[in-house]
């Protein structure tokens, strides 16, 4: 079982990402997926967090209004939609995954961690 993050890159400031967190080897149900990053020289926060089983949503203040979490059982996947970043978005983002959980709002522990995906906002 694991996560692994995909979508980073290289964006100009004002410009947007997706970011995808795939899960494998469990099915997306109950769960909770908190996205993290980490800039250089820093270290890592918290970035927004979802529930599986109620949907509900938070966001770390520096990224409220311009981030978006959503999630498709489906396809077992989780997005990060980035939008209006800025280049103190620039850092590794990691995705990690508590499984299962039941609770309707974000777990403060996970068991999963992604590898994680390089963002940099730079003209």
């Known amino acids: 079982a694991q996560v692994q993050e995909s979508g980073g890159g290289l964006v100009q400031p004002g410009g947007s990402l997706r970011l995808s967190c795939a899960a494998s080897g469990f099915t997306l149900d109950y769960y909770a997926i908190g996205w993290f990053r980490q800039a250089p020289g820093k270290l890592r926060e918290g970035v927004g967090c979802i529930s599986g089983r109620s949907g509900f949503t938070h966001y770390a203040d520096s990224v409220k209004g311009r981030f978006t979490i959503s999630g498709d059982n489906a396809e077992n996947t989780v997005w990060l939609q980035m939008n209006s970043l800025k280049p103190e978005d620039t850092a590794v983002y990691y995705c990690?995954?508590?499984?299962?959980?039941?609770?309707?709002?974000?777990?403060?522990?996970?068991?999963?961690w992604g590898q994680g995906t390089s963002v940099t906002v730079s003209s």
């Open positions: 990690a995954m508590k499984y299962p959980w039941y609770g309707n709002d974000c777990s403060d522990e996970y068991d999963y």
